[in-house]
């Protein structure tokens, strides 16, 4: 999920000025790469913290998904880009 976050990024940008200036570039804004690859982090390090906490497995998928999924949905609220989403 986040790897596509990255070309979902891309796809945002071509349509720019800059975008249709430059469009092989690859330094280009990466806001929804950026937030889900950290909000991933923050969730599985929350997963390892429960599972040390608790002692006990927690399955990933409890933390991972709904970090990943909320990083995607927040951003393009923030940004105003949700119809795109």
Known sequence: ???LCLPF??????PTAEGRKNPRSISFEK?????????YAA????????MHVFHAAQPALLYLSPACIRSV?????????????
């Open 43 to 50: 969730g599985l390090t929350t997963t390892v913290l429960v």
């Open 73 to 85: 949905l927040i951003t393009g609220a923030v940004r105003g880009e949700i119809k795109d989403v």
């Open 9 to 14: 990024d891309y796809h945002m940008y071509l």
């Open 31 to 39: 806001p929804y790469f950026i937030v889900a690859f950290l909000l």
């Open 1 to 3: 999920f986040v790897a």
